[in-house]
């Protein structure tokens, strides 16, 4: 046998260990507590929509404290999670997770006793504590699961974490649905009840399964590639949109329950259903888009600017804008729809592009190399969350100014400006790296 030869067969034994080794059991059974624990987490982030904006509106919260209500627990996760991922190696991995779920499920399950306190100041002041409580338990359960996928799966990063998206969107569907539903059957505790209770059992399968030993720190820091990664205009533009898409998955969040039951008498359960209906496309795409993009090799930029587009008419056409009809349920929803495939293909997209352009910025230090999906993975929850954080916020403000249709038509020029942004960013780092390479 030649040195080519040999050379191949040995490359192809290695790959052949290397899938063994991240696919063994232990591995498989680790990835899929956390996917079911991730789903459940994301929901109850999703769920309060179709019933707590009434809740609140009769303890004495205004729209406006009702979008800060949600933003709290995003913008524990946009503050906390670098930290905490910077510091994981320190007190290791099963300890934030399973400190990480015990902490969303106490927290979540006492919300659903806060009816019971005074309206007005205590009343808003619990719901703020305990808010506060579930993001700090979601910064660390999201940090230490992305750490996971990357310890775990680091040659398969991008398929898991569009499983991991997909489990986000799934959490997201099911969330108004499960919301709407419990609340129906039950009262106002009982969806806290059912989605806290499940989030503490499931601490004991992390227990059994999760090994102690802490995540390996050979490759901790890169400092290089971290500077330039965010001293790059192109990866700051990809990060803005990851920021706006996700705004515009929860911008909503506090004021479509109150028009729906406004404009179109529904109840909780119908509410539910008709929320949910951004969130299926960000469950679908995060299980095919990011796996077909990245194993066709289509460039995802042209698409992301596409989809920012077509986020921002979806937009205008939910409200609807005042020079285009009158409002109609299924125009809402057929606005809500495109809404929620633009900004969910924008998110998927950019994790894809985000991985382009570190590649382009790195050498061959093996350092550089290892850190890019972690550094990445930090990136994509800290923007994520922030997103999650400005739109709840974002759309109670501009309710407070603005009547419905011109609240949803604003945020649409916003993502239609995005997409003009990323596109002419686009231009200008084409030509220069063309320039360069000449």
Same mark, same amino acid.
């Given at each position: ?174 969330? &108004? $649905? ?9 009262? %106002?505790?009982?969806?806290? /009840? *059912? @989605?806290? #209770? +499940? ?91 990011? &796996? $077909? ?9 042209? %698409?992301?600017?596409?989809? /920012? *587009? @077509?986020? #921002? +008419? ?125």
């Amino acid at each position: 046998m030649d040195e080519k030869g040999y050379l191949l067969k040995n490359i192809q034994q290695e790959n052949r260990d290397h899938h063994n080794e991240e696919f063994k059991p232990r591995n498989v059974l680790a990835f899929a507590t956390c996917w079911l624990l991730y789903t459940i987490a994301t929901s109850s982030l999703s769920m309060l929509g179709p019933f707590f904006p009434a809740e609140a509106a009769a303890h004495g919260a205004s729209s406006g404290v009702v979008g800060a209500i949600f933003s709290i627990s995003p913008l524990c996760v946009t503050v906390l999670s670098p930290i905490l991922g910077y510091h994981l190696h320190h007190f290791g991995l099963k300890f934030a997770l399973v400190a990480g779920t015990l902490l969303m499920g106490a927290s979540f399950l006492l919300f659903g006793f806060v009816t019971q306190a005074p309206p007005g100041a205590v009343f808003i002041s619990l719901c703020f504590f305990l808010q506060f409580g579930q993001g700090l338990g979601s910064a660390m359960f999201t940090t230490s699961t992305y750490a996971l996928v990357g310890i775990l799966f680091n040659r398969h990063f991008g398929v898991f974490m569009g499983f991991v998206e997909f489990a986000g969107g799934l959490g997201c569907t099911l969330g &108004p $649905l499960i919301g709407g539903s419990l609340y129906h059957l039950g009262n %106002f505790k009982f969806p806290f /009840l *059912v @989605i806290g #209770g +499940a989030l503490l059992i499931l601490i004991v399968p992390l227990l059994l399964i999760i090994e102690s030993a802490r995540p390996d720190n050979k490759h901790q820091h890169a400092p290089n590639i971290a500077w330039k990664l965010l001293t790059s205009p192109m990866y700051l533009t990809l990060i803005l949109c990851d920021v706006i898409a996700m705004a515009g998955l929860f911008v909503f969040v506090p004021i479509l329950s109150p028009y729906l039951l406004q404009k179109f008498v529904l109840d909780p359960s119908e509410i539910g259903v008709v929320s949910s209906v951004d969130s299926m496309f960000y469950m679908l795409l995060g299980l095919f888009a990011v &796996p $077909l993009f990245e194993k066709c090799g289509i460039p995802p930029r042209p %698409f992301i600017t596409i989809s /920012l *587009v @077509i986020a #921002g +008419a979806g937009y205008v056409l939910m409200g609807p804008a005042a020079f285009l009809t009158t409002p109609q349920l299924w125009i809402t929803v057929l606005g809500l729809g495109g809404a929620g495939f633009g900004c969910a293909l924008t998110i998927l997209l950019t994790y894809l592009e985000m991985m382009s352009v570190a590649r382009e910025l790195i050498t061959s230090d093996e350092n550089e190399i290892m850190a890019i999906p972690g550094l990445i993975a930090g990136t994509v929850a800290c923007a994520l969350s922030c997103g999650e954080l400005v739109g709840p916020l974002l759309g109670g403000v501009l309710r407070e100014k603005l009547d419905f249709a011109e609240t949803t038509t604003t945020f649409g020029g916003v993502l239609v400006a995005q997409g003009i942004l990323l596109f002419l960013v686009s231009t200008i780092h084409t030509c220069c790296r063309r320039t360069t390479h000449r």
